[in-house]
């Protein structure tokens, strides 16, 4: 009963160090994206990827790259931690088509930064 | 121009009462879909409802439905008998199938729900 899972929780950064968040879903999802949560401004798409393989930038992707390599796994990083991107992180997977099953996005716990 | 917009950044209603929240949106495509999510204190997002488009009849889900007026481009959140459970951020958000939108989200800035006893 997993659904979408992140990792880590919860980190600190300083300033210029690096890491990557990991997010897995076991629903077999084509679609999966990568969204970030400010305060007063909802979430915001950063990248997302159709298929194993692909991605592409979403609203905000600078400072963060983006991988695919497993249909399950999606790994968002950033190479150089910024104070601008202390955030909550979100991972959503869905599939895609019509009608209300392939639509849903379902969302992980989600990761809080905290870049000092 | 945003896409979705909340205009009701809180709301309170009494426990038991029925409560509407707003959401408008701004699209060109024909296809798409409208979500309600909610998220409470503990920070995960939950689904709660969906609209398609085509979607003649609106949505119900349990204590929840989606008011869908099409022409007006809006759809407003209606939670019947409130619970203290219900006190949360709600966000609105909307899927769009054309061109390279490659069926993202869109969200609105949300609202704050208060239920009091």
């Known amino acids: 009963n997993a659904g979408v899972t992140q990792t880590p929780k919860f980190r600190v950064l300083k300033t210029g160090q690096s890491m990557t968040l990991l997010c897995a879903q076991d629903m077999n999802h084509e679609y999966m994206y990568w969204y970030r949560q400010d305060p007063g401004m909802g979430l915001r798409l950063i990248h997302y990827?159709?298929?194993?393989?692909?991605?592409a930038k979403g609203e905000v992707p600078d400072g963060y790259n983006v991988s695919r390599l497993k249909k399950q796994n999606f790994l968002l990083g950033l190479e150089s931690a910024a104070p601008s991107q202390t955030s909550v992180y979100f991972c959503?997977?869905?599939?895609?088509?019509?009608?209300?099953?392939?639509?849903?996005?379902?969302f992980g716990a989600g990761t809080r930064l905290s870049v000092l | 121009a945003q896409k979705i917009t909340q205009t009701q950044p809180g709301m309170f209603v009494q426990e038991k009462e029925a409560v509407t929240l707003d959401c408008t949106y701004d699209t060109s495509d024909q296809s798409y879909g409208l979500f309600w999510y909610k998220q409470p204190s503990s920070g995960e997002m939950i689904f709660l409802i969906y609209q398609g488009s085509y979607d003649e009849q609106n949505a119900t889900e349990g204590r929840y439905s989606l008011n869908f007026q099409k022409a007006r481009k809006s759809a407003n959140l209606v939670i019947s008998a409130s619970q203290l459970g219900d006190s949360a951020m709600y966000f609105c958000a909307m899927r769009e199938y054309g061109g390279t939108s490659y069926g993202k989200l869109t969200f609105g800035q949300g609202t704050i729900l208060t239920v009091h006893p």
């Open positions: 959503a997977s869905s599939s895609y088509g019509s009608g209300r099953a392939k639509n849903i996005q379902y």
């Open positions: 990827s159709v298929g194993e393989g692909t991605t």
